[in-house]
């Protein structure tokens, strides 16, 4: 059992946070650079953090490397983007942090995951709520599998700075497996610097508490090269 008290935070994270009086440590976890070659993600976390983990621990996942190994990543030059993707993107917010779904090739995945029908009704509601002064209403609406798409950004690890992913496929399914293999519980999380999303869990998750436990995203999103943390209470 190697030592995980070696293992420092992110630069400009910290390492430990507070949630209801208790104090928990987050450890980034440096992997090799995951690609869809990489076709089973059990087999890279149980590599990395096997020799790492004790009872009462809790590994938590970025999805976009999920979704690398599942064939769910796509260079920008790859997706064919369809008029409807084209205009409605244009009425995206983007934010300092990601594109979201404000380029034509992350709206043509959403369109693809959700249906037509679901987006376009997404985008009038949403619409609608931002006149009377309401935001947020086209994600609510469009749902968790268009809310999990991400955008490619300059300052991700290459070459992923110039694809687009889809949310991960059977995430608690996945969850559950690696919570099995190595006796800790196990999240696939959906996290960036203004907020989380636990796309799956293995069973008996407290997923809002795990997200308050991640809220300041100790991974990162860059180029830290760290899509796997391990939370560990401080006793």
Same mark, same amino acid.
Do not use: C
């Given at each position: 059992?190697?030592?995980?008290q070696a293992i420092g935070p992110n630069k400009n994270k910290n390492l430990i946070i507070e949630v209801d009086g208790k104090n928990f440590q987050?450890?980034?976890?440096?992997?090799?650079? %995951?690609?869809?070659?990489?076709? =089973?993600?059990?087999? %890279?976390?149980?590599?990395?953090?096997?020799?790492?983990?004790?009872?009462? =621990? %809790?590994?938590?996942?970025?999805?976009?490397?999920?979704?690398?190994?599942?064939?769910?990543?796509?260079?920008?030059d790859q997706i064919k983007t369809t008029w409807l993707a084209d205009v409605l993107s244009r009425f995206v917010k983007k934010t300092p942090i990601?594109?979201?779904?404000?380029?034509?090739?992350?709206?043509?995945?959403?369109?693809?995951?959700?249906?037509?029908?679901?987006? $376009?009704?997404?985008?009038?509601?949403?619409?609608?709520?931002?006149?009377?002064?309401?935001?947020?209403?086209?994600?609510?609406?469009?749902?968790?599998?268009?809310?999990?798409? =991400?955008?490619?950004?300059?300052?991700?690890?290459?070459?992923?700075?110039?694809?687009? /992913?889809?949310?991960?496929?059977?995430?608690?399914?996945? /969850?559950?497996?690696?919570?099995?293999? $190595?006796?800790?519980?196990?999240?696939?999380? !959906?996290?960036? !610097?203004?907020?989380?999303?636990?796309?799956?869990? /293995?069973?008996?998750? =407290?997923k809002k508490l795990i997200a308050r436990m991640i809220i300041d995203n100790p991974l990162g999103q860059s180029d830290e090269q760290t899509p796997?943390?391990?939370?560990?209470?401080?006793?």
């Amino acid at each position: 059992m190697e030592n995980l008290q070696a293992i420092g935070p992110n630069k400009n994270k910290n390492l430990i946070i507070e949630v209801d009086g208790k104090n928990f440590q987050r450890f980034p976890i440096k992997t090799k650079l %995951i690609t869809p070659q990489d076709k =089973d993600i059990s087999l %890279i976390i149980e590599d990395v953090v096997k020799k790492y983990v004790i009872v009462g =621990d %809790i590994i938590f996942i970025s999805e976009k490397v999920v979704a690398v190994t599942q064939g769910r990543s796509y260079p920008l030059d790859q997706i064919k983007t369809t008029w409807l993707a084209d205009v409605l993107s244009r009425f995206v917010k983007k934010t300092p942090i990601g594109i979201g779904l404000g380029s034509p090739q992350t709206m043509q995945l959403a369109i693809e995951e959700v249906g037509i029908a679901k987006i $376009l009704l997404a985008s009038v509601i949403g619409f609608l709520g931002k006149v009377i002064g309401i935001k947020g209403l086209f994600y609510i609406l469009a749902g968790e599998k268009a809310r999990s798409i =991400d955008g490619a950004v300059p300052y991700a690890i290459p070459p992923y700075n110039t694809y687009v /992913s889809k949310g991960p496929v059977k995430a608690n399914e996945i /969850s559950q497996a690696i919570a099995k293999k $190595l006796g800790v519980e196990v999240a696939i999380v !959906d996290a960036n !610097d203004i907020g989380v999303n636990i796309l799956g869990a /293995s069973n008996g998750i =407290d997923k809002k508490l795990i997200a308050r436990m991640i809220i300041d995203n100790p991974l990162g999103q860059s180029d830290e090269q760290t899509p796997i943390g391990i939370i560990r209470e401080m006793k």
